[in-house]
């Protein structure tokens, strides 16, 4: 079955930076690659997916950049913000039967004043 | 929010005894889901519904079953529980199955302790 790594478990930038995730999949029918984001005490929130007809999208400072050849897709965060500070998970569908999908482990982000 | 709500919000039980934690949505999905969050380990599915008593299992389903007799209500039962079910659990829904796939909104979560 599907399975999604995400690298680094942990990561600290400071504020202005940016910030790059990673996760890679194992599936490679796979062509749905939603990123979520955590903050402290919440639930996850959607805040931008990818499919797999193109390489790279974009939502103000988030992008998204995806590489089916070798299976895995990044999250950028440009010009970082506090607000920015959770945590942040990567997932990608399995593409057959129901619409499941197959988190990865998560991303804590701390933005450094 | 989408309108997913969760009861309780926080349990604590002890070892043994049954629980079962709801999850309710006025936004009329098709699919609800349960997960479980554990630090170090992510979102993982238990269960999931894809309509109206039609139910299966997600990675962890062991010492879980669920029901959903209703549109709107997906529940969660532990039926004897243990110490390693201590999670905080979270349900979710998305519309329909698609092409496309579709956002998957979740609930605020349950916090709950098995001492």
């Known amino acids: 079955g599907e399975n999604v790594e995400q690298h680094p478990s942990t990561l600290s930038v400071q504020e202005g930076d940016s910030a790059v995730i990673k996760c890679t999949y194992s599936?490679?029918?796979?062509?749905?690659f939603p990123w979520y984001k955590q903050e402290l005490g919440k639930r996850p929130q959607l805040i931008i997916d990818i499919r797999s007809n193109v390489g790279e999208k974009k939502d103000q400072r988030i992008a998204v950049t995806l590489n089916k050849t070798a299976k895995h897709f990044s999250l950028h965060i440009t010009e970082t913000q506090p607000e920015d500070s959770a945590v942040y998970f990567c997932a990608a569908n399995l593409p057959w039967g129901d619409d499941k999908i197959i988190f990865g482990k998560g991303t804590r982000l701390h933005i450094l004043p | 929010d989408a309108g997913i709500t969760q009861s309780p919000r926080h349990k604590v039980t002890e070892t043994g005894t049954p629980v079962t934690l709801r999850c309710h949505q006025t936004?009329?999905?098709?699919?609800m889901y349960w997960y479980r969050q554990d630090p170090g380990h992510g979102l993982r599915l238990i269960h999931y519904?894809?309509?109206?008593?039609?139910?299966d299992k997600g990675e962890v389903s062991d010492g879980y079953s669920v029901s959903r007799s209703k549109t709107e209500d997906f529940l969660l039962t532990l039926e004897s529980a243990t110490s390693s079910q201590t999670s905080v659990y979270f349900c979710?829904?998305?519309?329909?199955?698609?092409?496309?796939?579709?956002?998957?909104?979740f609930g605020p979560g349950t916090r709950l302790t098995v001492l």
């Open positions: 979710a829904i998305s519309e329909s199955r698609s092409a496309t796939y579709n956002e998957q909104f």
């Open positions: 936004e009329n999905h098709r699919y």
């Open positions: 599936d490679s029918a796979s062509n749905y």
């Open positions: 519904s894809y309509g109206v008593k039609d139910t």
